[in-house]
């Protein structure tokens, strides 16, 4: 190794620790390095990915660890690489409010698509921009946004309002209200009852 090209990576990886980030995309890293050329980059990528440096989830999308060792929410927020938050079933079931395990993880964004990353399973829910822009009920935590539980409710009744909830005692139904009056979803009057 010339000491040019350790003096380059070593630079490139002290930028990466400064953003203390997991997981990047190949348009990002060419940013954050300021390699413009296409191939400079695939090719760095390429001989930093052979040598255990960076882990290549799937063409356009690299991370600091090996897949198994990234939160499974993150990675899927980064992989639909759009607007996008945690919530409906995966919100639900961790809030006890959905009784049944869950076998992937959802997410509420401008795509509807299906899809697996080494164990992890996805799904995304497609919502209209006037809805999945609106904050309402989402909180950031840790680089992922998130729904609370009365968001994850409302979610759920704009995509099946006859679903029924497990825990329906343990459910604040004014504050579902709020939320789906705030964004703009239906209102469900017979579920405030």
């Known amino acids: ?7 380059s990576y070593t630079q490139r990886f002290a930028l990466l620790a400064r953003l203390n980030e997991q997981i990047f995309h190949t348009k990002d890293l060419a940013n954050l390095w300021a390699i413009q050329d296409k191939n400079t980059l695939y090719t760095t990528l390429k001989r930093y990915t052979q040598h255990g440096l960076i882990f290549r989830i799937f063409k356009g999308l690299y991370a600091m660890k090996p ?50 990353l080494g164990p992890y399973h996805y799904r995304s829910r497609k919502l209209a921009d006037k809805f999945l822009y609106n904050t309402a009920g989402i909180a950031e935590k840790d680089g992922m946004r998130l729904a609370s539980p009365e968001r994850a409710i409302a979610d759920m009744l704009y995509f099946h309002p006859k679903i029924y909830f497990d825990g329906n005692r343990h ?19 017979k579920r405030y009852l």
């Open 171 to 189: 459910i604040d139904w004014q504050q579902v209200k709020k939320i789906q009056d705030a964004v703009g979803y239906p209102l469900t009057p």
């Open 1 to 7: 190794m010339s000491t040019g090209y350790v003096k």
């Open 67 to 116: 897949i198994t060792q990234l939160q499974p929410w993150l990675l899927g927020l980064r992989a639909l690489h759009t607007s996008a938050y945690i919530s409906t079933e995966t919100i639900l079931e961790q809030a006890g409010i959905i009784q049944q395990k869950m076998h992937s993880i959802t997410l509420i964004s401008s795509l509807s698509k299906r899809f697996t």
